[in-house]
C-alpha cells in the first residue's frame, strides 16, 4: 500500500519557469491538500480539493494552480517560479468528513534560483 | 491570518518527565484538532485527534486536552522517551485543514 506518493521528491528551477508537482493516492479519498513548509511558519495551505473536479483556495494560493481531474491525483503548478517559492511541498489525502486524519506524503523540496 | 497558533518554537524535556505542548486557536467553527508528529525529510504523521465535544482523549502515552471557552488544546507525552524528538504540529479542521508553525521537542537522555 503506497499511501500518498508525491512527484519529483527534488527540483532545481529557474525564475520564470513552470513545473507541474504530482501527488497520487490509493486510498480513496476525497480530500486532498497541498501545503508548502517554510521555517517559522509550519505547514500553510495552498489549495484543496473536497473530490474529483472540485478544487478550492488555502491560505497562500497566489501563484499556484491545481487540478484534479482524477480522484487518485492532486496536481500543482507553478506558471511562473519565482524565489519566494522556494520551499518544501506536501501534499496530503484523507480528512474531510470520512475520515479525521490526514496522511502525507513524503515532500517535495523545490529550490527556485 | 494564522488561525492555528504554536506560540513555543522549541522545548526540551528529560527523558520520563511530562511534555507539554500547546495550541491556540481563533475559529470557533472548527470540529476537529489533530496533532501531527514530523522527523526531518518525511512527512508529518497523523498522533492524536479529538473532536470539539469532547475535552479530553487519551492514547497510551498521549493525551490531548481541549479547553473550548479558552480555544486552547495542549498535548502531554508522559512519559517522555528520547524517540519523541521531534517536531510536533497542531491542527484544526472545518472545511479544510489549517497548521501550526510546530514546536520542536527535545527529549534529553
Known amino acids: 500500500n503506497a499511501g500518498v506518493t508525491q512527484t519529483p521528491k527534488f527540483r532545481v528551477l529557474k525564475t520564470g519557469q513552470s513545473m507541474t508537482l504530482l501527488c497520487a493516492q490509493d486510498m480513496n479519498h476525497e480530500y486532498m491538500y497541498w501545503y508548502r513548509q517554510d521555517p517559522g511558519m509550519g505547514l500553510r495551505l495552498i489549495h484543496y480539493s473536497v473530490g474529483e473536479g472540485t478544487t478550492a483556495k488555502g491560505e497562500v494560493p497566489d501563484g499556484y494552480n491545481v487540478s484534479r481531474l482524477k480522484k487518485q491525483n492532486f496536481l500543482l503548478g507553478l506558471e511562473s517560479a519565482a524565489p519566494s517559492q522556494t520551499s518544501v511541498y506536501f501534499c496530503a489525502s484523507g480528512g474531510g468528513w470520512a475520515y479525521t486524519e490526514a496522511f502525507f506524503g513524503q515532500g517535495t523540496r523545490l529550490t527556485v534560483v | 491570518d494564522q488561525q492555528v497558533k504554536q506560540n513555543s518554537p522549541s522545548l526540551s524535556v528529560q527523558e520520563g518527565r511530562i511534555s507539554i505542548l500547546n495550541c491556540d486557536y481563533t475559529?470557533?467553527?472548527?470540529?476537529?484538532f489533530l496533532w501531527y508528529k514530523k522527523y526531518p525529510a518525511e512527512g508529518p504523521t497523523f498522533l492524536i485527534s479529538i473532536s470539539s465535544i469532547k475535552d479530553k482523549n487519551e492514547d497510551g502515552r498521549f493525551t490531548v486536552f481541549l479547553n473550548k471557552s479558552a480555544k486552547h488544546l495542549s498535548l502531554h507525552i508522559v512519559p517522555s522517551q528520547p524517540g519523541d524528538s521531534a517536531v510536533y504540529f497542531c491542527?484544526?479542521?472545518?472545511?479544510?485543514?489549517?497548521f501550526g508553525a510546530g514546536t520542536r521537542l527535545t527529549v534529553k537522555p
Open positions: 491542527a484544526a479542521r472545518f472545511n479544510d485543514m489549517r
Open positions: 475559529n470557533s467553527m472548527f470540529d476537529y
